[in-house]
């Protein structure tokens, strides 16, 4: 399940979640993202098969990818075109105090309001 949130001075809102083994679609929201906030996103699966599964465009690889269109309001493009971050295990949520998530591990869930 690849799941979207915008996190607001330590709050999750859910934008949005969908299968990987889905076809792609857009879902229309309404959650408005500001400077200040961060969009997160997770990816989580059950490997029932008895090898490694790697990230990849096979269908047998974990294709956990979000992807979003967005507008500004004076029609100016951000400085950066592509977010993407490394993940585990070069990066935790756990690790970034600013996003306000609990400290029991790599799958950390956002803490309840």
Same mark, same amino acid.
């Given at each position: 399940m690849v799941s979207g949130y915008r996190v607001?001075?330590?709050t999750w809102t859910e934008i949005g979640r969908r299968s990987p083994q889905l076809p792609q679609n857009y879902i229309p929201t309404d959650i408005v993202i500001?400077? $200040? $906030?961060?969009?997160?996103?997770r990816c989580t699966m059950f490997n029932s098969k008895s090898t490694v599964v790697s990230t990849g465009e096979r269908h047998e690889d974990e294709m956990c990818v979000l992807y979003a269109y967005y507008y500004t309001e004076n029609g100016s493009f951000l400085p950066e075109l592509l977010c993407s971050g490394?993940? !585990?295990p070069k990066y935790y949520w756990k690790l970034d105090k600013r996003i306000n998530v609990s400290e029991d591990? !790599? $799958?950390?869930q956002p803490r309840p309001k």
């Open positions: 607001r001075n330590g500001s400077s $200040d $906030d961060y969009v997160a996103t490394s993940g !585990p591990g !790599p $799958d950390a």
